[in-house]
């Protein structure tokens, strides 16, 4: 992807990322994670995903992150 909004996009639209990896987990207010969900790294601009997996366990488990291959170093 050429930006963390498409990828977001790209698993977002249409539920693409729960038919790849089963429900998605929801926020304390039952909704589905939006751009300005507090789970993500300080670099990101999206915030990461978690799909409880086709199988039952922690194990099937899936975290989903739409970082930049090669992201910004802010140190330089």
Known sequence: FNSEKECWEYYENEQL?????????????NRRPD???HFKLNW?????????G???????TVWLSCER???K???E
Do not use: A
Not at 17 to 29: P, R
Not at 44 to 51: L, V
Not at 54 to 60: M, P
């Open 44 to 52: 990101n601009e999206y915030p990461i995903r978690t799909y409880k």
């Open 69 to 71: 291959k090669y992201p």
């Open 35 to 37: 751009k300005n969900f």
């Open 54 to 60: 086709k199988d039952k366990g922690f194990r099937s």
């Open 17 to 29: 990322g729960e038919k790849k990896w089963g429900k998605q987990n929801l926020t304390s207010q």
């Open 73 to 75: 170093i802010f140190n």
